[in-house]
Protein backbone atom coordinates (compact mmCIF):
# COMPACT_ATOMS: atom_id res chain seq x y z
CA UNK A 1 0.00 0.00 0.00
CA UNK A 2 1.47 3.65 -0.92
CA UNK A 3 1.64 5.93 1.67
CA UNK A 4 0.62 8.24 -0.89
CA UNK A 5 -2.26 7.86 -3.75
CA UNK A 6 -1.52 10.10 -7.04
CA UNK A 7 -4.70 10.33 -8.87
CA UNK A 8 -3.90 12.21 -11.76
CA UNK A 9 -0.41 12.95 -13.05
CA UNK A 10 -0.90 14.43 -15.86
CA UNK A 11 1.50 17.18 -14.49
CA UNK A 12 4.75 15.25 -15.23
CA UNK A 13 3.29 14.72 -18.76
CA UNK A 14 2.63 18.70 -19.03
CA UNK A 15 6.53 19.12 -18.09
CA UNK A 16 8.56 16.18 -19.82
CA UNK A 17 6.56 15.50 -22.80
CA UNK A 18 5.41 18.49 -24.71
CA UNK A 19 1.51 18.07 -23.07
CA UNK A 20 1.54 21.86 -22.88
CA UNK A 21 1.06 21.88 -26.83
CA UNK A 22 -2.11 23.62 -28.19
CA UNK A 23 -4.08 20.23 -29.37
CA UNK A 24 -4.22 19.67 -33.13
CA UNK A 25 -8.09 20.29 -33.72
CA UNK A 26 -9.12 22.59 -30.62
CA UNK A 27 -6.10 24.73 -30.42
CA UNK A 28 -6.51 24.68 -26.07
CA UNK A 29 -4.06 23.64 -24.07
CA UNK A 30 -5.27 20.27 -21.41
CA UNK A 31 -5.80 21.50 -17.89
CA UNK A 32 -3.59 19.94 -15.75
CA UNK A 33 -4.50 18.95 -12.43
CA UNK A 34 -2.50 16.56 -9.76
CA UNK A 35 -4.55 15.23 -6.86
CA UNK A 36 -2.67 13.99 -4.16
CA UNK A 37 -3.60 12.26 -0.90
CA UNK A 38 -1.30 11.66 1.79
CA UNK A 39 -1.79 7.81 3.62
CA UNK A 40 -4.76 6.94 1.20
CA UNK A 41 -4.11 3.01 -0.19
CA UNK A 42 -4.57 1.64 -3.36
CA UNK A 43 -8.02 0.13 -2.36
CA UNK A 44 -9.53 3.32 -0.73
CA UNK A 45 -11.17 4.49 -3.83
CA UNK A 46 -14.05 3.69 -5.82
CA UNK A 47 -12.47 3.18 -8.42
CA UNK A 48 -10.48 0.61 -7.23
CA UNK A 49 -13.12 -1.62 -5.13
CA UNK A 50 -13.48 0.22 -2.33
CA UNK A 51 -16.14 -0.81 0.29
CA UNK A 52 -16.25 3.21 0.80
CA UNK A 53 -17.77 5.44 -2.07
CA UNK A 54 -15.79 8.33 -3.53
CA UNK A 55 -17.52 9.38 -6.44
CA UNK A 56 -15.36 12.93 -6.80
CA UNK A 57 -12.13 11.33 -6.74
CA UNK A 58 -13.77 8.52 -8.97
CA UNK A 59 -15.21 11.03 -11.80
CA UNK A 60 -11.97 12.85 -11.71
CA UNK A 61 -10.10 9.59 -12.51
CA UNK A 62 -12.23 8.53 -15.35
CA UNK A 63 -12.26 11.56 -17.18
CA UNK A 64 -8.02 12.39 -16.50
CA UNK A 65 -4.82 10.29 -16.75
CA UNK A 66 -4.09 8.31 -14.67
CA UNK A 67 -0.63 6.97 -13.88
CA UNK A 68 -0.67 4.66 -10.89
CA UNK A 69 2.56 3.44 -10.27
CA UNK A 70 4.22 6.15 -8.81
CA UNK A 71 6.44 4.62 -6.19
CA UNK A 72 6.86 6.57 -2.76
CA UNK A 73 8.30 6.93 -0.18
CA UNK A 74 7.40 6.46 3.59
CA UNK A 75 7.16 9.89 4.33
CA UNK A 76 5.49 12.79 2.75
CA UNK A 77 8.24 14.99 2.19
CA UNK A 78 10.63 12.86 -0.22
CA UNK A 79 7.42 11.68 -2.20
CA UNK A 80 6.62 15.65 -2.19
CA UNK A 81 9.65 16.80 -3.71
CA UNK A 82 10.57 14.05 -5.71
CA UNK A 83 6.58 14.57 -7.16
CA UNK A 84 7.17 18.11 -7.86
CA UNK A 85 10.49 18.07 -9.68
CA UNK A 86 10.15 14.58 -11.45
CA UNK A 87 13.41 13.17 -9.66
CA UNK A 88 14.58 11.19 -7.22
CA UNK A 89 14.52 12.23 -3.52
CA UNK A 90 18.30 10.49 -3.47
CA UNK A 91 18.94 13.06 -6.15
CA UNK A 92 17.43 16.23 -4.07
CA UNK A 93 19.04 15.16 -0.99
CA UNK A 94 15.46 15.04 0.60
CA UNK A 95 15.65 11.40 0.99
CA UNK A 96 16.91 11.42 4.62
CA UNK A 97 13.89 13.77 6.19
CA UNK A 98 10.97 11.77 7.13
CA UNK A 99 9.23 14.85 7.21
CA UNK A 100 10.69 18.66 7.02
CA UNK A 101 10.28 19.99 10.40
CA UNK A 102 9.45 23.16 11.36
CA UNK A 103 12.53 25.41 11.45
CA UNK A 104 14.83 23.36 9.65
CA UNK A 105 16.70 24.65 6.07
CA UNK A 106 15.70 21.75 4.39
CA UNK A 107 13.68 21.88 0.92
CA UNK A 108 13.69 21.01 -2.84
CA UNK A 109 17.40 22.63 -4.26
CA UNK A 110 16.97 26.28 -6.40
CA UNK A 111 18.55 24.39 -8.87
CA UNK A 112 15.67 21.73 -9.65
CA UNK A 113 13.04 23.19 -11.39
CA UNK A 114 9.44 22.48 -10.17
CA UNK A 115 6.20 21.25 -12.52
CA UNK A 116 5.10 24.39 -11.39
CA UNK A 117 7.88 26.31 -12.54
CA UNK A 118 8.17 24.45 -15.83
CA UNK A 119 4.16 24.96 -16.64
CA UNK A 120 4.68 28.93 -15.53
CA UNK A 121 7.03 29.30 -18.58
CA UNK A 122 4.63 27.35 -20.43
CA UNK A 123 2.19 30.65 -19.91
CA UNK A 124 0.51 28.32 -17.34
CA UNK A 125 -1.63 29.85 -14.65
CA UNK A 126 -0.56 27.46 -11.31
CA UNK A 127 -1.99 27.21 -8.06
CA UNK A 128 -1.92 24.89 -5.11
CA UNK A 129 -3.85 24.17 -2.43
CA UNK A 130 -2.87 22.46 0.71
CA UNK A 131 -0.05 21.17 2.46
CA UNK A 132 3.46 21.84 0.77
CA UNK A 133 5.42 20.39 3.54
CA UNK A 134 9.18 20.34 1.05
CA UNK A 135 10.63 23.63 2.77
CA UNK A 136 9.67 26.89 4.35
CA UNK A 137 12.72 28.62 5.96
CA UNK A 138 12.39 31.16 3.09
CA UNK A 139 10.26 32.95 1.11
CA UNK A 140 12.09 31.23 -1.87
CA UNK A 141 10.85 27.90 -0.67
CA UNK A 142 7.41 27.93 -0.42
CA UNK A 143 5.12 27.59 -3.59
CA UNK A 144 4.99 31.27 -4.56
CA UNK A 145 8.75 31.35 -4.69
CA UNK A 146 8.76 27.57 -6.51
CA UNK A 147 6.61 28.83 -9.46
CA UNK A 148 2.74 28.73 -8.53
CA UNK A 149 0.92 31.88 -9.02
CA UNK A 150 -1.33 31.48 -5.85
CA UNK A 151 -1.58 29.25 -2.66
CA UNK A 152 -3.69 28.90 0.37
CA UNK A 153 -2.63 26.42 2.85
CA UNK A 154 -0.05 24.88 5.78
CA UNK A 155 3.71 25.21 4.93
CA UNK A 156 4.42 22.06 7.47
CA UNK A 157 3.03 19.06 7.86
CA UNK A 158 0.23 20.04 10.09
CA UNK A 159 -2.16 22.53 11.44
CA UNK A 160 -4.25 23.07 14.21
Known amino acids: ?9 AV ?29 G ?4 GYHGSNFPTPEIDRLAASGVRLERFYT ?12 TGRFAFRLGTQHFATI ?14 LAETLRAASYATAAIGKWHVGA ?3 TQLPLGRGFDSYVGYANGMCD
Not at 42 to 45: I, K, R, S
Not at 104 to 113: L, M, S, V
Open 42 to 45: WADV
Open 1 to 9: RNSTMVFLL
Open 12 to 40: LLAATLGAAAPHPRTGTRPNVVLYVADDL
Open 73 to 84: YPQCSPTRSALL
Open 101 to 114: MPGATAGIPREAET
Open 137 to 139: ASQ
